[in-house]
């Protein structure tokens, strides 16, 4: 038997945090999305529906970066402080390849690492 891929990912619309649930040590892999708050104030001086067109695709290729991470494991908690854990969530569930994954939600507010890692820890330990 196969040890099962758990992966804890805290994340709002800029980072995702991406915590693997395995024995010490745990480490953080972090992926930031490609939309800074600088290329939203470059795009913003142009036109707003420039904005709001370049920060959906940008959005939508974070998704598409973390969708490719998490399709290689078996079961994934989504925490953090914003909707962006739920939009993600949506990503996913419309393509059949993440059927099989067990996918949960979780609100959480800002934590430091420590705290992420307890988080993943507790979550995946009471299963």
Known sequence: ???????????DH????????????????????????????????????LMHNAEQHEQAEYYKELSEIIKNQDE?????????????????KGNP???????EIKQADKMTENQKHAFVRDYFSKQ
């Open 76 to 92: 994934v908690i989504l925490f953090g402080p914003t909707d962006a854990k739920v939009e993600l969530f949506h990503f996913l």
């Open 14 to 49: 800029a980072n995702a945090h991406l915590i693997q649930f395995k024995k010490d040590p745990i480490v953080t892999t972090i992926v930031a999305s490609k939309f800074t708050h600088q290329e939203k104030e470059r795009t913003l001086n142009e036109s707003e529906k």
């Open 97 to 103: 390849h993440f059927s099989k994954i067990k996918i």
């Open 1 to 11: 038997m196969t040890a099962s891929k758990k992966l804890g990912i805290w994340m």
